[in-house]
């Protein structure tokens, strides 16, 4: 009976380390959300997304919109010439994606302020950025720093 228990013990102590081990590899190599455009309250900064080896899209919050009002206002730039044009995009949990008004430009060097309201009330969103076709606006990519499909948290609007 006591050499049932011992192995038994064993197994769920096993089990206990592999999935330690597991949740400890998947922290490691699943990429985390990256920098934000507001990184807190008064801390603003320039967010990027890079496609192709080059930064397509930066963009960068607008003075004083760091304050914790729940809205927030940026400057979006197509910052490289290749005829596709650029987009932000924040999402509301459980509802989707959402296209600010402002929140897409066309042209290397354009620029285009959007805003953004946060309905949650709690100071921050998630956000991505896209490329998309001039022509079509067919989504090539979407994605935050130089991750394809990774979202940034902005938060302290």
Request: glycine residues 12%; negative net charge.
């Amino acid at each position: 009976m006591l050499d049932r228990r011992r192995r038994l013990v064993a197994r769920f102590l096993a089990i206990g380390l592999l999935a330690a081990m597991l949740f400890t590899a998947d922290s490691l190599t699943s990429p985390s959300p990256a920098e934000a455009r507001c990184n807190g309250e008064g801390n603003p900064v320039t967010s990027t997304f890079s496609y192709g080896g080059h930064t397509r899209v930066s963009e960068t919050p607008v003075s004083g919109t760091c304050n914790g009002n729940d809205l927030y206002r940026g400057v979006l730039k197509d910052a490289y010439p290749d005829g596709y044009c650029v987009s932000v995009w924040f999402e509301i949990p459980g509802q989707g994606w959402f296209l600010p008004f402002g929140g897409n430009v066309c042209g290397s060097g354009n620029t285009s302020t959007f805003e953004w309201n946060d309905t949650n009330d709690n100071h921050q969103s998630y956000q991505r950025f896209c490329i998309d076709k001039a022509t079509n606006h067919e989504i090539v990519a979407c994605g935050w720093g130089s991750v394809i499909g990774a979202k940034g948290l902005n938060h302290g609007f």
